[in-house]
């Protein structure tokens, strides 16, 4: 059974930045694809970043793209979500996730979800 934790959310001014972590416990985090979904209320959850399992290869959704960065410490079964530049339509419940079929975009393809960790930007 995999359990993924995540931290670091919390309430910012726009302009802001928050690092998210998540901590994953097994042996085996080193050989998967991580992602980072977000869902604010009233939406749908959707693709925030994601990471193949080197950390050498990382995709992003279009609004976050050049504010937000994905990483990962295989050595600490982590990994991170930077956000910098912060916005109030940032503002959701941000989940990490393992893929089971590469860094993908579609939700569906993970199989383990983190409880989630509210961020809120305010304006």
């Known amino acids: 059974q995999v359990q993924l934790v995540e931290s670091g959310g919390g309430l910012v001014q726009a302009g802001g930045s928050l690092r998210l972590s998540c901590a994953a416990s097994?042996?085996?985090?080193?050989?998967?694809?991580m992602g980072w979904f977000r869902q604010a209320p009233g939406k749908e959850r959707e693709f925030v970043a994601s990471?193949?399992?080197?950390?050498?290869?990382?995709y992003y959704e279009d609004s976050v793209k050049g504010r937000f960065t994905i990483s990962r410490d295989n050595a600490k079964n982590t990994v991170y979500l930077q956000m910098n530049s912060l916005k109030p339509e940032d503002t959701a419940v941000y989940y990490c996730?393992?893929?089971?079929?590469?860094?993908?975009?579609?939700?569906?393809?993970?199989?383990?979800w983190g409880q989630g960790t509210q961020v809120t930007v305010s304006s």
């Open positions: 097994g042996r085996t985090f080193s050989t998967y694809d």
């Open positions: 996730a393992r893929s089971q079929f590469g860094p993908a975009r579609i939700a569906s393809v993970y199989d383990y």
């Open positions: 990471t193949d399992w080197s950390g050498d290869n990382t």
